[in-house]
């Protein structure tokens, strides 16, 4: 429950003692790198999903990259993207010599619009990125059509919609290879990391052949990715999040959280270190454990979006993802469409509830890609109005109904 001194933080990361325990024990048994709770894991991900091959990587931008150059494209060939979306999609699609092309989203999904992607094929365009925004999946069947009338490949982008499904079917096993990030915030972190998933065998295959190339973490990194993750988890804790964060946040109206969760790539310069690197066994015990609790903490999240839509579904001029019955979107953010953002945020803030603005770009309209780009208006709109709000599954009922009457108190006082 909200009072006056504790204070919600916008995402909480858990940790337990287990990850110190394993830490430790794996470093005197030299099993930080290698060791077979990576097929493990990797097994255990692709029969989740219902998919015969799952491939662990360093992080979901290398998954994408791997992917790409498994499929032993040309280069300049073009893969469409939908403009909303987060920039490390299109340059990992630059990385491997590709080009990205930006189309439009739905502005009732916030997921690629199928209707206007027809204008951007052409010769060159060799597959489509199905972006799964914040959880909620694509249209598979309209985006499967298109692609058979072309002959283009589907990849979907799984790394906001772990568990989500479509028409019964789990999304990542709709298109020739999906991918999925385990980084810090999502529903299944191992404090960094990505999957590959597809039921082609020559695929992952390459993509293992490209990993064998790769190195290592080194014990130091490892360490350091354990110290981030604890300190996440304990800055991240309500009580001291309240004392120690927010009046940082709240005094001094400075926002350095994100890039605690999110590191942005450059385009520019030499390809980072991180396509380089492979998964550790390390994570692989986090990764492990995490999955026993996957399906009932998407539950509680579940439930507490569902709680704030019907609490904030008749305020005007806030619009949030629209979907039928038929799909179950698993709200790694509870996305919200609103005016005056930035000022809407300050006022929740004032009142206890920290929120973040979107993390995703216009990237269409980002100075690398703009040269060659088109307008992406829907994009554009969501990218300076989207905001999220709390809905992590460690909070209770009150506690979202405290949200929702804050939310919607500061919408009324906003105009």
């Not at 568990?163 to 404090?191: D, M, Q, R």
């Not at 038929?326 to 809407?344: G, I, P, Q």
């Amino acid at each position: 429950m909200i009072t006056m001194l504790i204070k919600i933080p916008r995402r909480r990361i858990d940790f337990t003692p287990s990850d110190i325990v394993d830490f430790v024990r794996s470093l005197l048994l030299n099993r930080l790198k290698e060791g077979r709770e990576i097929g493990r894991f990797e097994k255990m991900f692709a029969k989740y999903l219902g998919a015969k091959y799952a491939m662990s990587t360093y992080s979901g931008k290398q998954a994408l990259y791997l992917i790409l150059k498994s499929l032993n494209f040309k280069k300049g060939d073009e893969i469409l993207i939908p403009s909303y979306t987060a920039s490390s999609v299109p340059i990992s699609v630059f990385y491997a010599g590709l080009k990205p092309t930006f189309v439009d989203v739905d502005p009732k999904t916030f997921n690629i619009n199928s209707k206007l992607i027809e204008k951007r094929i052409n010769k060159k365009t060799k597959a489509i990125i199905a972006t799964h925004i914040h959880g909620l999946p694509c249209d598979m069947d309209a985006l499967s059509k298109l692609c058979a009338k072309h002959g283009l490949y589907i990849i979907e982008d799984c790394a906001h919609a772990l568990g989500a499904e479509y028409k019964g079917k789990k999304i990542g096993c709709f298109g020739k290879a999906s991918f999925f990030s385990l980084g810090f915030g999502k529903h299944l972190s191992s404090f960094g990391g990505g999957v590959i998933v597809s039921n082609d065998r020559k695929l992952i295959k390459n993509a293992r052949k490209f990993m064998r190339e790769c190195e290592s973490p080194s014990n130091l990194e490892l360490l350091h990715k354990l110290l981030k993750t604890i300190s996440l988890s304990i800055f991240t804790n309500p009580l001291i999040f309240s004392f120690t964060i927010y009046p940082i946040l709240h005094i001094f109206n400075y926002d350095f959280i994100t890039n605690s969760f999110e590191t942005k790539i450059s385009p520019y310069g030499k390809i980072p270190k991180e396509y380089r690197k492979r998964f550790s066994n390390i994570q692989s015990l986090t990764a492990l454990r995490e999955m026993k609790s996957l399906d009932i903490n998407l539950h509680w999240r579940i439930r507490n979006a569902s709680i704030l839509k019907r609490e904030c579904k008749s305020l005007r001029y806030v619009k949030f993802q629209e979907y039928s019955n038929s799909f179950k979107h698993t709200y790694l953010d509870f996305a919200v469409f609103v005016r005056n953002r930035e000022r809407l945020m300050k006022r929740l803030l004032t009142e206890g509830v920290d929120t973040q603005q979107t993390w995703l770009d216009d990237c269409s309209s980002l100075p690398f890609f703009i040269k060659d780009s088109h307008p992406t208006p829907i994009s554009n709109k969501l990218s300076k109005g989207v905001l999220y709000l709390p809905i992590d599954p460690w909070l209770d009922e009150k506690a979202i109904l405290s949200i929702a009457k804050i939310f919607k108190s500061a919408i009324s006082n906003i105009k």
